[in-house]
T-cell receptor
Framework: GDSVTQMEGPVTLSEEAFLTINCTYT??????LFWYVQYPGEGLQLLLK?????DKGSNKGFEATYRKETTSFHLEKGSVQVSDSAVYFC???????????FGAGTTVTVRA | GAGVSQSPSNKVTEKGKDVELRCDPI?????LYWYRQSLGQGLEFLIY????????KSGLPSDRFSAERTGGSVSTLTIQRTQQEDSAVYLC?????????????FGSGTRLTVV
C-alpha cells in the first residue's frame, strides 16, 4: 500500500540555519504530496502541497518539490526561526482520494 | 466555529471502561475524519464521513471502536472496554469537500490514557 518515510528526529538547529527534512514515498500512480505542521499545543495545519510531478509547494519560507524520479518531497527552509519549532509530517494521498497516509513526523527545535 | 473543536482535551480512564470523544467540525464542512496518533508513530486513519454517504470504517482497529455523525455535523468516537494499547491522541479533522486536495483542518486532539 501507499506509504511515506521521513527522516527521524529530533532535529535541533540554531536560528538562521538551513533546514532540510527528507521525505520519500511509495505509491501506485501519481499521488498528491503534503507537508503538515503541528506547533506546540495546536492541531496539525497544512503547510504546503504539490499535486503533480515537478510542482513546487511553498509557504512561510518553506519549499518542497515533487520529484517523481526519486519519489521524494523534501522540505527545506533557508533560514529558520525559533517560531518554526514544531513537528513536521509528510503525507500523501492517491489522486482524488480522501485518505492521507502520514509519515511518523519529525520534531524540529530551533534555538536562539 | 472558527476551527475544529475536540473534547475533552485529555481523558484518563481505567482499563475496561467505555469512553466517548467528541468532535465539532468547521461549520459547512461536509467531510469529517478521525485519525489516531500513537507515541512515535504517524497518524493512523480510523474513519471518514462525507455528507449522507455511508462512512468509510475501514481503519477502525477493532469492533470496540465505533463512530457516528449526527445531523452531518458533530461526531462522536466511542471506544468500548478500553485497553492500554488504545492510549493515543485521537485527532479529528474536517474539510469542505471530498478529496484530500481540499486540505484538512485538524482539531487539537484528545489525549487518551488508559491505566
Amino acid at each position: 500500500g501507499d506509504s511515506v518515510t521521513q527522516m527521524e528526529g529530533p532535529v535541533t538547529l540554531s536560528e538562521e540555519a538551513f533546514l532540510t527534512i527528507n521525505c520519500t514515498y511509495t505509491a501506485t500512480g501519481y499521488p498528491s504530496l503534503f507537508w503538515y505542521v503541528q506547533y506546540p499545543g495546536e492541531g496539525l495545519q497544512l503547510l504546503l502541497k504539490a499535486t503533480k510531478a515537478d510542482d513546487k509547494g511553498s509557504n512561510k519560507g518553506f519549499e518542497a518539490t515533487y520529484r517523481k524520479e526519486t519519489t521524494s518531497f523534501h522540505l527545506e527552509k533557508g533560514s529558520v526561526q525559533v517560531s518554526d519549532s514544531a513537528v513536521y509530517f509528510c503525507a500523501l494521498s492517491a489522486l482524488n482520494d480522501y485518505k492521507l497516509s502520514f509519515g511518523a513526523g519529525t520534531t524540529v527545535t530551533v534555538r536562539a | 466555529g472558527a476551527g475544529v473543536s475536540q473534547s475533552p482535551s485529555n481523558k484518563v480512564t481505567e482499563k475496561g471502561k467505555d469512553v466517548e470523544l467528541r468532535c465539532d467540525p468547521i461549520s459547512g464542512h461536509t467531510a469529517l475524519y478521525w485519525y489516531r496518533q500513537s507515541l512515535g508513530q504517524g497518524l493512523e486513519f480510523l474513519i471518514y464521513f462525507q455528507g449522507n454517504s455511508a462512512p468509510d470504517k475501514s481503519g477502525l482497529p477493532s469492533d470496540r471502536f465505533s463512530a457516528e455523525r449526527t445531523g452531518g455535523s458533530v461526531s462522536t468516537l466511542t471506544i468500548q472496554r478500553t485497553q492500554q494499547e488504545d492510549s493515543a491522541v485521537y485527532l479529528c479533522a474536517s474539510s469542505p469537500g471530498q478529496g484530500s486536495n481540499y486540505g484538512y483542518t485538524f482539531g487539537s486532539g484528545t489525549r487518551l490514557t488508559v491505566v
